[in-house]
C-alpha cells in the first residue's frame, strides 16, 4: 500500500484542525424532520416519546465520547461542547463532526423501538442528522452560545404551544391561529394561554420551556447566597487552574470523566448559578 504511484492523492486532502485552546461546538439537527415528524405522528407541539430517543442517544454519545463536556438539546437538535483543552482527532473538524453525528444517529435508530414501542417500525428514508462544528473563544461566548440556544428554546416553545392550543382547543386553524399570533409578545401568548385555555404556561413541563442538559455530576458547590466572603475566596484559590494543564493532570480528568454519572436535567443555563454550582465544566 505504501509508495504506490497513486498516493499523491493524499496531498489533496485540506486540513481542517480547529483552532487551538478554543470551545468547540458541534451541532447536529435532523433532516426534514418537520416532515418526519408528521410521518410518525409525533405529538404537537412537543412529543415527550421524541425527546426522550433525542436525549437518550446524545446521552449515549457522551459516554461514548469522554471529552464532552456538556450538551444541550431542544427539538431535532442537540449541541455538543469539547473543552478548550481537547485534543480529540488533532482536533480535526470533519472527524469530530462525522463521528458526533453517525454515533448520534446510529443511537437515535437503534433506540427507536424502545420510545416509539406503539407507534410503526422505522421504515426509508430513516432519520438522518446534519452537523457543523464552531469554535468559541472565549467561556463568555461558549455562555452566550448555550444562552442563544435556550432562549431559542424558550421562544419557539412559547409560540408553539400556543399555536397549538388554538388549533387543538380553539378548534382553529393554521392559517388564523398564525395570524392571531402575529406581532404579539410574550406577554400577550401567556394572556391568551391563560384566559382562553385555562393553561399556566408556568406549569407546562420543564422539559419543554428550558430543553436538555446533559453533563458529567461531581459534588456541586453551594449556592451563592449561602457562601461567606472567606469561603468564596477560599473557593477561588482551590478552583484557579492554569492556563494549560499538564499530561497527567488530563490523564487523571479523563479517568474521572469516564467514570462520572452522566446526567439529563432541564434546567436554567443562562443565569450564572448552573455555571458557579458546578465549576468543573468550564474550568
Ligand atoms: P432541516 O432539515 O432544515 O433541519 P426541519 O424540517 O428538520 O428541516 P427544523 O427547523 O429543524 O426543520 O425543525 C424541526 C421540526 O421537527 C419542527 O417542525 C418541529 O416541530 C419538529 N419536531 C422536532 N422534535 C419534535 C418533537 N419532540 N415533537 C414534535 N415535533 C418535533
Ligand atoms: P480508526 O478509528 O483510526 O479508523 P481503525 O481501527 O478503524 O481506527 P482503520 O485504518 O480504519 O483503523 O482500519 C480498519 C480496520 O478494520 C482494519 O484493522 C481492518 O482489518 C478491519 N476491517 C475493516 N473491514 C473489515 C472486513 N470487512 N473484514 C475484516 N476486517 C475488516
Ligand atoms: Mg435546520
Ligand atoms: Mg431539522
Ligand atoms: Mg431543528
Ligand atoms: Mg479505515
Ligand atoms: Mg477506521
Known amino acids: 500500500m505504501a509508495n504506490s504511484k497513486f498516493e499523491y492523492v493524499k496531498q489533496f486532502e485540506q486540513p481542517d484542525s480547529l483552532l487551538p485552546n478554543t470551545w468547540i461546538v458541534v451541532r447536529l439537527?435532523?433532516?426534514?424532520?418537520?416532515?418526519?415528524s408528521t410521518k410518525y405522528a409525533f405529538e404537537k407541539p412537543n412529543d415527550m416519546r421524541a425527546l426522550d430517543l433525542m436525549n437518550a442517544a446524545a446521552r449515549s454519545v457522551m459516554s461514548e465520547l469522554p471529552d464532552i463536556t456538556i450538551a444541550y438539546g431542544v427539538s431535532d437538535e442537540y449541541s455538543f461542547v469539547f473543552h478548550k483543552s481537547c485534543t480529540l482527532f488533532e482536533r480535526r473538524a470533519s472527524k469530530l463532526v462525522s463521528t458526533i453525528v453517525s454515533t448520534f444517529t446510529a443511537y437515535y435508530i437503534y433506540f427507536w423501538?424502545?420510545?416509539?414501542?406503539?407507534?410503526?417500525?422505522?421504515?426509508?428514508?430513516l432519520p438522518s442528522f446534519d452537523g457543523r462544528a464552531v469554535t468559541y473563544?472565549?467561556?463568555?461566548?461558549l455562555r452566550d452560545y448555550?444562552?442563544?440556544?435556550?432562549?431559542d428554546c424558550h421562544i419557539n416553545n412559547l409560540y408553539n404551544t400556543t399555536f397549538w392550543a388554538l388549533i387543538n382547543k380553539g378548534g382553529m386553524d393554521g392559517t388564523t391561529a398564525e395570524l392571531m399570533l402575529k406581532g404579539t409578545f410574550s406577554a400577550d401568548k401567556n394572556e391568551i394561554l391563560f384566559q382562553k385555555f385555562g393553561i399556566n404556561y408556568n406549569n407546562e413541563p420543564e422539559m419543554f420551556k428550558k430543553g436538555s442538559v446533559i453533563f458529567r455530576e461531581y459534588e456541586m458547590v453551594e449556592p451563592e447566597t449561602?457562601?461567606?466572603?472567606?469561603?468564596k475566596e477560599a473557593e477561588k484559590a482551590n478552583t484557579a487552574v492554569p492556563e494549560v494543564k499538564s499530561k497527567s493532570q488530563l490523564e487523571k480528568e479523563k479517568k474521572a470523566r469516564t467514570k462520572a454519572k452522566i446526567v439529563v436535567e432541564h434546567l436554567d443555563i443562562i443565569r450564572d448559578e448552573f455555571?458557579?454550582?458546578?465549576p468543573w465544566l468550564l474550568s
Open 226 to 231: 449561602t457562601k461567606n466572603g472567606v469561603e
Open 29 to 36: 439537527d435532523g433532516r426534514g424532520f418537520t416532515k418526519f
Open 146 to 151: 448555550m444562552s442563544w440556544r435556550q432562549v
Open 113 to 125: 423501538p424502545i420510545y416509539f414501542k406503539d407507534s410503526k417500525p422505522l421504515t426509508p428514508p
Open 275 to 278: 455555571w458557579e454550582r458546578r
Open 137 to 141: 473563544p472565549s467561556v463568555q461566548n
